[in-house]
């Protein structure tokens, strides 16, 4: 099994240090489905590639599995199925390259490096190839996968054999991946897709693997238009871990309701998600506080600026985000350019940091802030309050943010960890209801707190709402 990965940033011998591997060496690593080789078969200043070649030894490889489903590993004859020892996995991507992978470039994979922390952090010119993969699907589904991460995809299958084209095609696909991307992100996406579109996992799939799951698709995953097949698939079809993952994508991030690819109608109608609930509750807030002009703070995506759209009391609204992808995501969505012409004029969207002063928000009705503070460092929170509060002042602010009480709830979430990858906290209820006092004093506003979701007894409901209504001068 093979990967490559190739940049042209220059110099791009610096893919050395990002992968913490040195271009001029071969490296080895023993892994318990055989052993992992990273060599550069280039290594020049214009053009580096770096190979991952797993040889998978299929007596390792038949223990390892017998071992992951609690059974004895063993290779005595009674046990022996021809079909265990001889089959594709050898010479055909799948999960042990996505487990090679995590081994071999691990600090790549977290986005760490010594040498060159702020070209791990820097988007640049990225070819992966993956010259055998089976790809269940075939090359359509890569392109649905990959495409909406910024991959451009060449997706070609290979034919069962060259001299004899009658034959057809295999199951298998020659992919190569572009883009500029952080290596990082590159890996992140190889590591769950490579699993998704071989479809049939080498190892049990256990609860902890939805953390897993979560926390490598952080900034990414909640948003892909295929999560749900994602989901299921990286998963092993468990239902009810997939189910898990789903809510907890919902809840963390903000889009619409999973998708319906590989939908069973077996299923009950599901209700509607924590992040519709949470959609419902704000758009109710600011119908009862009478606002028309509204902005929406980190609107990422632009899931509630499309329920405020469909709302004709809104004569203007305003979405903001620091994240240019997250814009484009939204405009996407809302189709701005194919809406009629006065439907358009009553929606605006600018990039905007919400740690700086910015006059284009000034003078409005209402503003939202729905799953947004959370993801500032807290240092970063009072100016964040100096803008809302202090500077665009609105009449009304709504808030809305995780309860962490209601967390341990979230079956298969770890003991401390929260919801999403890129949380910098979460508040209990008396946190939230001692910033909201403080930010009430400080900045002349009155506020209720209440809860969004089925509440639990001791724990509260899983979300928490503010609507902050201005009363007077404040002494910040
Ligand atoms: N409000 C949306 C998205 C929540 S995710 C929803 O509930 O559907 C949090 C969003 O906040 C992300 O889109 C992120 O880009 C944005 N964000 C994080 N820090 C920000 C900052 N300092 N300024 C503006 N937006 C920020």
Redesign the pocket.
């Known amino acids: 099994m093979l990967l490559t990965l190739t940049t042209t940033h220059r110099p791009a011998t610096d893919l050395g240090h990002l992968l913490v591997k040195h271009p001029g060496r071969t490296h080895a690593f023993d892994l318990p489905a055989g052993t992992a080789h990273v060599f550069y078969p280039q290594a020049e200043d214009a053009r580096c590639t770096a190979a991952l070649l797993l040889e998978v030894d299929p007596t390792k490889l038949a223990a390892a599995r017998g071992r992951g489903r609690g059974r004895q590993s063993t290779t005595a004859p009674a046990d022996f199925t021809l079909g265990r020892y001889v089959n594709d996995r050898p010479y055909a991507a799948s999960s042990l390259l996505a487990s090679a992978l995590s081994r071999v470039y691990r600090s790549a994979l977290r986005g760490d490096s010594r040498e060159r922390p702020e070209l791990a952090a820097t988007p640049i010119p990225l070819e992966v190839r993956v010259p055998v993969l089976r790809c269940r699907g075939g090359a359509e589904v890569a392109t649905r996968l990959f495409t909406p991460l910024g991959w451009r995809v060449t997706a070609t299958p290979i034919a069962l054999d060259e001299g004899y084209p009658q034959w057809g095609e295999s199951p298998y696909l020659d992919l190569t991946l572009t883009g500029t991307l952080r290596v990082a992100e590159a890996l992140h996406h190889l590591y769950v897709m490579l699993p998704v579109l071989d479809d049939a996992k080498h190892y049990w799939v256990t609860p902890d693997e939805v953390d897993k799951l979560l926390r490598v698709g952080a900034g990414w995953l909640a948003d892909h238009p295929e999560r749900a097949l994602i989901v299921r698939r990286y998963l092993a079809h468990r239902r009810a871990l997939a189910a898990h993952a789903l809510e907890r994508l919902a809840a963390?991030?903000?889009?619409d309701e999973p998708g319906t690819e590989e939908e069973t109608t077996d299923q009950p109608t599901p209700r509607a998600s924590l992040?519709a609930q949470?959609?419902e509750a704000v758009h109710a807030a600011l119908v009862e506080a009478g606002a028309q002009r509204v902005l929406?703070?980190?609107?990422?995506?632009?899931?509630?600026l499309a329920t405020l759209i469909g709302d004709r009391r809104f004569t203007e609204i305003v979405g903001?985000?620091?994240?240019t992808r997250?814009l484009d995501l939204a405009a996407r969505r809302l189709r701005l350019d194919r809406l009629p012409e006065r439907q358009r004029n009553r929606v605006t969207l600018h990039q905007?940091?919400?740690?700086y002063r910015d006059e284009r928000l000034r003078g409005y009705d209402a503003a939202?802030?729905?799953?947004?503070v959370e993801?500032?460092d807290p240092p970063?929170l009072p100016a964040?309050e100096d803008t809302v509060f202090g500077h665009a002042r609105p009449t009304t602010v709504v808030v809305?943010t995780p309860n962490v009480e209601y967390n341990v709830r979230y079956e298969g979430l770890s003991p401390g960890a929260f919801r999403?990858g890129?949380h910098r906290f979460e508040w209990t209820r008396a946190e939230f209801a001692g910033w909201v006092d403080r930010v009430c004093t400080t900045y002349g506003y009155s506020a209720v707190v209440r809860g969004i979701g089925d509440a639990d007894p001791g724990l509260g409901a899983p979300t928490q709402l503010a609507v902050f209504t201005f009363s007077r001068r404040g002494d910040g």
């Open positions: 963390q991030c903000p889009t992040a949470r959609r929406d703070l980190g609107c990422g995506s632009g899931a509630l903001t985000d620091v994240s997250a905007s940091a919400l740690t939202v802030l729905m799953e947004v993801h500032l970063r964040l809305t999403h890129d």
